[in-house]
């Protein structure tokens, strides 16, 4: 399959996720990108159109742990992550998994997020 042909087909997996999932101030939008290397989340506000918490391996709170894109950084990068949200206040989330499947890295950042105390 062509490269061209495969960026289209996730970017439409995405947008088709992305149509049912909208965030609000009281429940703002939970996205999750992986790529090789790195894991990025943030949550979102589309209402208002800003973001209210990011967090990524790439950040200064996580570069001590040494996290990479796999299932055990997910996991640790989804603890810190609903730490970090229920310290701004949030307490409910949408889950946006992007283009991804909900399994492996996406199913273990998600399930840490919920065991620290983010709900879904």
Request: one cysteine or more.
């Amino acid at each position: 399959m062509k490269l061209i042909q495969k960026k289209e087909q996730a970017r439409r997996r995405h947008w088709r996720v992305r149509k049912r999932v909208f965030g609000t101030a009281s429940r703002p939008r939970l996205s999750v990108h992986f790529s090789n290397q790195h894991i990025y989340a943030q949550c979102v506000d589309d209402g208002a159109g800003r973001t209210l918490v990011a967090l990524s391996s790439l950040s200064e709170k996580m570069k001590n742990s040494q996290v990479r894109s796999n299932v055990a950084g997910a996991s640790t990068l989804g603890d810190a992550f609903a730490r970090m949200a229920s310290g701004v206040g949030i307490a409910s989330v949408v889950f946006d998994r992007g283009a991804k499947r909900y399994h492996g890295c996406v199913k273990a950042f998600a399930d840490a997020a919920r065991k620290s105390g983010l709900e879904f």
